[in-house]
């Protein structure tokens, strides 16, 4: 039998584009900046950084939720790398632009948005299925059971 709370909670935001598209995947969230020249595996997609909190983790074929970009501009080169490899996120959404992640996200190539009007760490965990259509700014939240 089913009732009312059967049914996944579902969260819609707005944000800015940066590269358009759409997307749909599992959410990778961290609320630490990722370094991409010795942050990343361009191989398999995964934080190489020893004291990030993703460290070991791939963020290949998942929708990248994080601050934006550190390091140098060696960023924009191990993300392009990762989506020659076939190893990039579906998606990336962040809240901090910069050059280095605009270019990032350029060359990428993978939907990108920015400036939302609500708080994504607070609105988006790791396991959630979030759907990114840049095209349009809006970002849809199904929340992990459990």
């Known amino acids: 039998m089913s009732t009312a709370t059967d049914k996944p909670q579902v969260i819609t935001l707005r944000g ?5 598209g759409k997307a749909r995947a599992e959410a990778l969230v961290t609320t ?6 010795g942050g ?3 191989k398999d997609g995964s934080v190489i950084e020893l004291h990030h909190e993703l460290h070991g983790q791939s963020f290949a074929g998942k929708v990248l939720v994080f601050p934006g970009a550190k390091g140098s501009s060696g960023w924009s080169a191990y993300f392009h790398m990762c989506r020659l490899n076939g190893t990039a996120p579906a998606a990336m959404l962040f809240t901090r632009m910069t050059t280095k992640i605009a270019l990032g996200a350029v060359v ?3 939907p990108t948005l920015t400036d939302f009007d609500a708080d ?7 396991g959630d299925t979030v759907e990114v259509d840049a095209d349009a700014g809006l970002v849809t939240i199904t929340k992990a059971p459990g």
């Open 16 to 20: 800015r584009r940066v590269v358009g």
């Open 32 to 37: 630490q900046t990722i370094s991409g020249w």
């Open 40 to 42: 990343i595996s361009e």
């Open 108 to 110: 990428t190539r993978v």
């Open 120 to 126: 994504i760490f607070e609105l988006i965990d790791t």
